[in-house]
């Protein structure tokens, strides 16, 4: 089973600050099979970045994804308001599919 | 627009058992894979099962496997979770995705108690 390592467990930033998450697996995601989503409390999650780096359809081109192997990170330009959320990286690679513990990004 | 939506939720005793189904809409059910992904009250996300398009080819997590079983009607665009066995730990907010990109299509969830 592959685990998924988030860093840091909370980012406190302001509104137009960058914002840096990071994901790390134990064994390396191969083809790039990692994904990102949004979750707001109350919410499902919303898938942002899937392939390591693709946007997934309708998210804004401030959330961008890169890495590969096992190193992973998830950058925001610049905050909004409505970016305050938790980000949970997931690998697709095999089975079962893990997910990370999670990053919360809060004001 | 596609539409995933989830019922059967509720309170149960431990050893008891539920069945929860997922309504697709908006897209073409029988070619996509689907899932059940579960969160614990304040927890993460935890991959439970998933089912390939004509429901042959399943996987369930070590830790429901033996007790859970997923499956699909694509005449009637549905995926299903049977619990049996239920524990408290399985106390959480069932959703169902579909599996394409990862999963790039959640329904809100259906809540699971699992409490004497």
């Known amino acids: 089973e592959i685990v998924l390592t988030q860093s840091p467990g909370t980012l406190s930033l302001s509104p137009g600050e960058r914002a840096t998450l990071s994901c790390r697996a134990s064994?390396?995601?191969?083809?790039?099979?990692l994904a990102w989503y949004q979750q707001k409390p109350g919410q499902a999650p919303r898938l942002l970045i899937y392939g390591a780096s693709t946007r997934a359809t309708a998210i804004p081109d401030r959330f961008s994804g890169s890495g590969s192997g096992s190193d992973f990170t998830l950058t925001i330009s610049r905050l909004e308001p409505e970016d305050f959320a938790v980000y949970y990286c997931q690998q697709y690679d095999s089975s079962p599919r893990t997910f990370g513990q999670g990053t919360k990004v809060e004001i | 627009q596609v539409q995933l939506v989830e019922s059967g939720g509720g309170l149960v005793k431990p050893g008891g058992s539920l069945r929860l189904s997922c309504a697709a809409s908006g897209f073409t059910f029988r070619d996509y894979y689907m899932s059940w992904i579960r969160q614990a009250p304040g927890k993460g996300l935890e991959w439970v099962s998933h089912?390939?398009?004509?429901?042959?080819?399943?996987s369930h997590a070590d830790s429901v496997k033996g007790r859970f079983t997923i499956s699909r009607d694509n005449a009637k665009n549905s995926l299903y979770l049977q619990m049996n066995s239920l524990r408290a730990e399985d106390t959480a907010v069932y959703y169902c995705?579909?599996?394409?990109?990862?999963?790039?299509?959640w329904g809100q969830g259906t809540l699971v108690t699992v409490s004497s």
């Open positions: 064994q390396s995601v191969s083809s790039s099979y």
């Open positions: 995705a579909r599996r394409h990109l990862s999963h790039d299509y």
């Open positions: 089912l390939s398009f004509s429901g042959n080819t399943v």
